[in-house]
């Protein structure tokens, strides 16, 4: 085993709850960085912790070679706190950072940023991730590498039309060494996906086209482990739907089109979480 990666290998308890004892501390230092900067999206990137946190934790092989280790896309690039929060726990960052993103002192930025330890694409403009991730799975194929590539995006990305461009690619070049989540958290940037465009015909198209469809609880690791262990199997590009709540486990805005909150409404999740 390299690098963390522990394909195959069936979950024990110990391993279960160490993910969720690091989940639990990303999503509280995802609030607490409302103390210090009360623009960042905090409803986006406690969608995502729990995918982010099996993959850097599980799965996504680190190495100094880029065709033979593993490559990890946020195209959904505001939830850049949650990848800052689990990339501290994983050592990449020290966590005092956290606490001046933003702020022109310090190392982090509102998006992730390539000379950031643990980040591998420079993402904000919503769309660019999978094509980003499908010139790099290309591009190892075609040098006989073993390295993977994952994509994070969300659901109300799916409107960008560079998306659709990528998706076909990738089936036209068989690259069996991508897989994309789409976090279907029902919300955009405008409103609830389902009154901006509809979103419900996506686990469609993506299988017509070619891809290998899935789909999983996007804040359960039972779930999103055995649905990654039957993505690596697959002889084609995969997409996982992963169906997560925003803002999830904090109530001021969870399930709710609010990207933010008040440094008061953290202060009290802090205080009775």
């Known amino acids: 085993m390299e690098g963390g ?54 799965y996504v092989r680190e190495g100094k070679d880029p065709i033979n280790r593993d490559w990890l896309i946020l195209s959904k690039g505001h939830a850049a706190p949650a990848l800052y929060a689990i990339l501290v726990e994983k050592g990449y960052i020290n966590e005092d950072e956290l606490w001046k993103i933003q702020d022109i002192s310090g190392l982090l930025q509102g998006h992730p940023e390539i000379h950031i330890p643990g980040i591998d694409m420079s993402t904000g403009s919503l769309g660019q991730g999978l094509s980003f991730g499908v010139g790099v799975a290309q591009g190892i194929k075609m040098r006989g590498g073993s390295g993977r590539v994952f994509v994070i995006m969300g659901d109300g990305e799916q409107d960008e039309g560079e998306i659709w461009e990528a998706m076909t690619h990738a089936v036209t070049r068989k690259l069996d060494n991508l897989i994309a989540f789409i976090e279907m958290n029902g919300f955009q940037l405008d409103a609830a996906t389902s009154e901006v465009k509809p979103k419900d015909f996506l686990p469609d198209v993506w299988r017509a086209v070619g891809w290998k469809t899935l789909s999983c609880d996007g804040h359960d690791f039972i779930s999103l482990i055995n649905t990654i262990e039957e993505a690596l199997k697959a002889k084609a590009p995969v997409v996982i739907f992963a169906k997560t709540r925003r803002g999830m486990g904090f109530k001021p805005i969870e399930n709710t089109e609010k990207q933010r909150a008040s440094p008061d409404d953290a202060k009290k999740y802090l205080t009775n979480a």
């Open 5 to 58: 990666r522990r394909d195959g290998i069936p979950i024990s308890i110990e391993e279960l709850n160490k993910l969720k004892s690091i989940a639990e501390k990303a999503r509280r230092n995802v609030v607490k960085m409302l103390f210090y900067d009360q623009t960042i999206h905090v409803g986006s990137s406690l969608s995502s912790i729990e995918i982010l946190t099996t993959l850097l934790f599980r």
